[in-house]
């Protein structure tokens, strides 16, 4: 038996394609199990199977997936900043990234699925007080979902209606875009708690998924786009699915407009 751990470099919805095509990090117990992974993965693996040991291959996952999460956090941060200063966030990070080493990642409602989200407190829970930034940034990311649910809250207000009167469109529920994967979402737990308030209706547009998962209450429906936009007070953007890059923003005359990725705010 020969024991090896080569963590995976995926993106969903282009699995297939990046299984075979990028690079492999190989660690085995011993020398003899790293060899005889390697040559398991070089069958099918173009990039190259880079042999480790198994306790730096397993880091080295951790750390990938930590560095991402840094970045967004970075990013999400910046756009709290840029919302208590007034300053669109999204022209903000425009301007900065003409400086020739800069290069801030795009603000969003928080960071899901079920790596990012989740690997970075490995290394925290087995290195608590040398893991400061990493902590950090899991704290700031955590915290986003409830930042926007908090800019819901205020914008509610300037409804002239009753609470029990408005209606509340999601687009998007996937915790990225073009996929159907919920696990761990910002977007799928924003709308949940939505769906918590004494609110008439909540549609939820969410193209690549069938039925509504669990963690809803009564008023959440999945439904149609266009009768989504026409019935609804407030329209919240949380994943920037291809669907709905195209609309025309014309059909949003007269809404109210939550813009939590960024494309329609420039």
Do not use: M
């Not at 073009?178 to 924003?190: G, K």
């Not at 923003?249 to 939550?258: G, M």
């Amino acid at each position: 038996i020969n024991i090896v751990y080569s963590p995976e470099r995926v993106l969903p919805g282009n699995i297939l394609q990046e299984l075979r095509a990028n690079d492999r990090i190989i660690g085995g117990v011993s020398n003899t199990c790293s060899q005889e992974g390697s040559d398991f993965y070089k069958r099918f693996v173009d990039g190259d199977c880079l042999i480790t040991d198994v306790r730096t291959a397993e880091l080295c996952k951790l750390t990938e997936n930590s560095f991402r999460d840094v970045n967004i956090a970075f990013a999400n941060e910046l756009s709290i900043i840029a919302d208590e200063n007034e300053i669109n966030i999204w022209e903000l990070i425009k301007l900065a990234n003409l400086h020739p080493r800069v290069n801030i990642l795009q603000p969003g409602p928080g960071v899901g699925g079920h790596c990012i989200a989740v690997d970075p407190w490995f290394i925290v829970n087995s290195n608590p007080n040398s893991s400061k930034i990493i902590r950090q940034a899991r704290e700031i990311n955590d915290f986003k979902p409830r930042f926007i649910l908090d800019k819901v809250h205020k914008l509610l207000n300037v409804i002239e209606k009753p609470i029990n009167e408005i209606i509340i469109t999601c687009l998007g529920l996937s915790f990225k875009p073009n996929i159907d994967d919920l696990r761990e979402s910002p977007s799928l737990y924003i709308a949940q708690e939505l769906s918590n308030l004494n609110i008439k209706k909540l549609n939820i547009v969410e193209p690549n998924i069938t039925t509504l998962p669990g963690g809803f209450s009564r008023v959440a429906y999945l439904n149609d786009l266009n009768e989504s936009i026409d019935s609804s007070d407030l329209i919240i953007l949380l994943v920037d699915h291809n669907e709905f890059k195209t609309l025309n923003q014309s059909i949003f005359e007269e809404k109210l407009l939550l813009d939590t990725r960024g494309i329609w705010s420039l």
